[in-house]
């Protein structure tokens, strides 16, 4: 035991001090102990070389405080911790430094770029973890993954050839999300769409060999006409029935496009006729397989337009659309343009408007894939909380399209695919040098896997498979995934479907979803707002202890939370009040022996109370952990600490504190202050990890660190109904009579006689026998029953709390004449307030001018200084009696 806290709070002397400790003694190591039931969490792994933000914040504390409450009831806990190489993010970052230095990465080529970038993850890479270790999180750090360290880079090639042996890994030519700027691949959602401002352009497609006829066609994406090979229409459309199967000649280019039947045609949009461009629409690339037609691509990879579109090559797409629109109304083709808003992709990383675009790319088929992924979570193995993201997943699942997993970056996992002159595609686990056909030299696939693909595998390649480790045995399937909504499609759907395909069995048992972390107002956190608040920021000002209970309480599963400066302050506030506290029962244990156990007939009332509130709120904090509901467990905390403990029973438990005649009260006081606040330190400790360390290394205590201290076991027998009602009534009548001292300011020091009438026999006989928690808590000099005989008290104040009703006599209590004079003077100043108000509302000119909610304003206000100005009148009267 220690005894050196200081007076004051100070969490940054506290915080590096204990979290060091932690990590000397290993308090956050996790061996295999079979022995022991595992509890276990993988961190969702944050880009490599990214900076920690509120949303991280969030996310890392609730797993924090699962953790810490499952290693100290007694699981065999991991908590798995690493980073993702963020494929396009980091080759984004360190792109721009090189075009700081006037260079690209094909200046460097392939293998010194990827040199830079290993350099620039050495530099970087633990900066983002070092933040996560500001914050608390007790993860099992030695055992720190990356999704490009050897053993998640063996897994990663050895799911890929098993997923290609199995026919469920292609490569075909197929529309994909094109990214100009990261000139890459996307999958779908790795898009973002946004509602955004445009224009529908209304173009007339000529009909063959017929002078005068057309067909007009509506597109938001002029330039995409010139890789038009047909117009579609519905079969049952009356106006076009007659031109199925005849040709129309395509704006500009004059190419002959044929008119096909498809019922995706809806007849009632636009003019009933769409444009085909396989090659750069998903819908219509679709439509182009069921009719065999041909797929022309008329974008280079960094978005402007292809050799073969005539006078256009070379030209950035949307400078093309200008001059083509432009061309179409001179030759007559443009009929009109209407102003539509529309959903655009963006690129997730870069911000960049997608294209899509027919390329060759690597697939792997979902399907087959997706349909245990449904059942493991319809079936209840994996339960999501809240329960309503279950149909969101499965909507998901039902309609999913194959996903495309290559891209044209270089930083990655390299697809192990390797081509021969002679046409072979080998797919090895192991690097080859020449083709196993022919022997010939093979060159291999250039582009990468998307960083997703690595991540699905990231509850079981991070324990080591697929070699069949202890870790692996131990602890998967993990017991819970803690994560954002938003990549509920991302990375959850596909670590169940990678989980079941190559382990067998699902990767964790709960899904708890969380939501996002937005500003004051309602807005999503972003640079472009600079409405971002960096949770390091916070953590100087006001201690990681804070800002954690800030975003717990805060949070409910599957919403999003507002920050405020306020809550965090609020919270800081609160570990102000804990500390406080517990310096005041540390300075009052002296003499105390923690083997001393009390004689339980010598409890006081305010002890049974304490005992029983405290039994019930470690089972509801338990229960509420359990269910995953740690906003109610730490708000529960919260209201029993402040509330109940430092408010009312250390508050209570005083006078016996400072009785030293009393040997055996002041050691049973003692022994309940240390044993409740013992174990509060216990149920807070997952919520505020250093200031509880730091308090109970203070106090007498068994074993090294609080962080694997026993966690607080229900105590049934310990719960007592009728003292919390008895207490709950005594407490009642106190709040009342200090409300009422309090409205005519009666000082502090001056003690008054109250006088009680108790309706109900059981609460006088309760209220007699504890009349000194009264006159010392509510500054009564004296307590007189009154019976139903006796006459009501004149010139006193009245209330009634529990049944109790409560006489607070105010003759001889005020200074009669000081509280006249300040109260003739309040009036006086609300006479002027109301006089000018009046002279506001009765002002024709003001009433025609002034917007209304500013005169509603006015008549808010003169009816509440109305409603002042009567009770104070009132309270004058009743003065002028005393």
């Given at each position: 035991m220690e005894q050196n806290m200081s007076t004051v709070y100070d969490p940054q002397a506290v915080e590096s001090r204990w979290y060091e400790y932690w990590e000397r003694y290993g308090f956050f190591h996790a061996e295999v102990e079979t022995g022991k039931q595992p509890f276990s969490i993988v961190i969702p792994p944050p880009n490599v070389t990214g900076q920690l933000h509120m949303g991280h914040a969030l996310d890392s504390t609730l797993q924090d405080v699962l953790i810490r409450f499952k290693r100290m009831q007694g699981y065999n806990t991991l908590w798995m911790p690493g980073t993702d190489h963020a494929g396009i993010a980091t080759q984004i970052k360190v792109e721009e430094v090189l075009a700081q230095e006037g260079i690209s990465r094909y200046d460097l080529g392939r293998e010194a770029f990827i040199g830079r970038v290993w350099d620039w993850k050495v530099q970087y890479g633990g900066r983002i973890i070092n933040q996560f270790k500001r914050l608390g999180a007790s993860c099992d750090w030695p055992r720190e993954r990356f999704t490009m360290d050897e053993g998640c880079s063996r897994a990663v090639r050895e799911v890929f050839v098993t997923l290609y042996e199995q026919g469920l890994i292609y490569q075909g030519h197929r529309i994909t999300n094109w990214c100009p700027r990261c000139s890459t691949a996307l999958s779908d959602i790795e898009v973002e769409h946004e509602e955004k401002p445009g224009n529908l352009y209304y173009v007339r497609y000529p009909v063959e060999g017929q002078e005068g006829e057309y067909i007009t066609v509506a597109t938001t994406r002029p330039e995409t006409i010139l890789g038009d090979t047909a117009v579609a229409v519905h079969p049952d459309d009356s106006r076009y029935k007659q031109l199925i199967g005849k040709y129309l000649l395509l704006p500009i280019l004059?190419?002959?496009?044929?008119?096909?039947?498809?019922?995706?045609?809806?007849?009632?949009?636009?003019?009933?006729?769409?444009?085909?461009?396989?090659?750069h629409d998903p819908n219509d690339f679709e439509m182009g397989l069921r009719h065999q037609l041909s797929q022309i691509i008329v974008m280079n990879p960094d978005g402007t337009m292809a050799a073969d579109t005539g006078k256009y090559a070379g030209m950035d797409r949307y400078e093309c659309r200008k001059v083509l629109v432009s061309d179409l109304k001179e030759q007559g083709y443009l009929v009109k343009i209407d102003e539509h808003v529309h959903a655009v992709g963006h690129c997730q990383r870069c911000s960049t408007v997608v294209e899509p675009m027919v390329s060759k790319q690597w697939f792997v088929k979902m399907q087959p894939l997706a349909e245990p992924a449904i059942e493991a979570v319809t079936s209840g193995k994996i339960q999501f909380v809240p329960e309503r993201f279950t149909k969101i997943y499965t909507n998901w699942l039902e309609n999913i399209r194959d996903w495309c997993i290559s891209r044209q970056i270089w930083w990655g996992h390299r697809i192990p695919a390797w081509y021969c002159d002679c046409g072979e595609v080998t797919v090895s686990r192991d690097d080859i040098t020449s083709c196993p056909k022919c022997g010939g030299r093979v060159e291999q696939d250039p582009d990468v896997l998307d960083t997703w693909f690595s991540s699905a595998l990231w509850p079981f390649s991070t324990m080591g498979?697929?070699?069949?480790?202890?870790?692996?045995?131990?602890?998967?399937?993990?017991?819970?995934?803690?994560?954002?909504?938003?990549?509920?499609?991302?990375?959850?759907?596909?670590?169940?479907?990678?989980?079941?395909?190559?382990?067998?069995?699902?990767?964790?048992r709960h899904v708890f979803i969380h939501g996002l972390v937005r500003d004051s107002q309602g807005r999503k956190m972003s640079k472009s707002l600079g409405n971002g608040i960096d949770p390091l920021e916070v953590i100087d000002q006001y201690g990681a202890d804070a800002l954690r209970f800030m975003l717990v309480t805060g949070n409910t599963p599957g919403n999003d939370m507002r920050f405020y400066w306020e809550r965090v302050e609020a919270s800081r506030n609160f570990a102000n009040k804990i500390w406080n506290a517990s310096r005041f029962v540390m300075m009052n244990l002296n003499g105390f022996d923690p083997a001393f156990r009390p004689d339980v007939s010598r409890y006081t009332l305010a002890d049974r109370w304490i005992l029983s509130r405290y039994a019930r709120t470690v089972r509801e904090v338990t229960l509420d952990l359990e269910r995953f509901e740690l906003g109610e467990a730490a708000r529960g905390l919260y209201d029993f600490i402040w509330d109940e403990f430092c408010d009312w029973y250390i508050e209570l438990a005083k006078s016996r504190l400072y009785n030293k005649e009393d040997t055996e009260g002041r050691n049973t006081a003692q022994y309940i202050l240390w044993y409740v606040l013992s174990n509060i330190l216990k149920l807070l400790h997952p919520f505020m990890p250093f200031i509880t360390e730091s308090i109970w290394q203070n106090l007498p205590h068994d074993g090294q660190s609080i962080i694997v201290a026993p966690w607080p076991g229900e105590q049934a027998g310990l719960v007592q109904t009728e003292a919390e009602q008895i207490m709950t009534v005594l407490m009642d009548t106190i709040k009342e009579i200090r409300n009422m001292r309090a409205e005519v300011n009666v000082p502090p020091g001056r003690k008054s006689p109250v006088l009680l009438k108790v309706t109900a026999n059981e609460l006088a006989a309760a209220v007699k026998t504890n009349l000194q928690y009264v006159k010392t808590l509510a500054a009564a000099e004296s307590v007189t029953f009154l019976t139903d005989n006796d006459p009501k008290p004149e010139n006193a104040m009245t209330a009634v709390a529990s049944g109790i009703e409560i006489y607070l006599p105010l003759k001889g209590l005020i200074d009669v004449d000081r509280e006249t004079a300040r109260l003739t003077k309040e009036l006086e100043g609300l006479d002027k307030e109301l006089s000018r108000i009046a002279g506001k509302l009765n002002n024709p000119g003001f009433i025609a001018k002034a917007p209304p909610d500013v005169i509603e304003k006015e008549r808010s206000k003169k009816a509440e200084y109305e409603e002042k100005q009567t009770a104070i009148r009132d309270r004058l009267a009743y003065l002028a009696k005393l």
């Open positions: 004059g190419r002959r496009l044929i008119v096909v039947a498809d019922e995706y045609v809806d007849p009632a949009f636009g003019t009933g006729a769409v444009k085909v461009t396989p090659a498979w697929p070699q069949d480790t202890p870790e692996v045995k131990h602890f998967y399937p993990t017991s819970v995934l803690v994560t954002g909504y938003d990549i509920i499609f991302f990375w959850v759907a596909r670590m169940i479907m990678m989980g079941l395909k190559f382990k067998g069995d699902i990767p964790f």
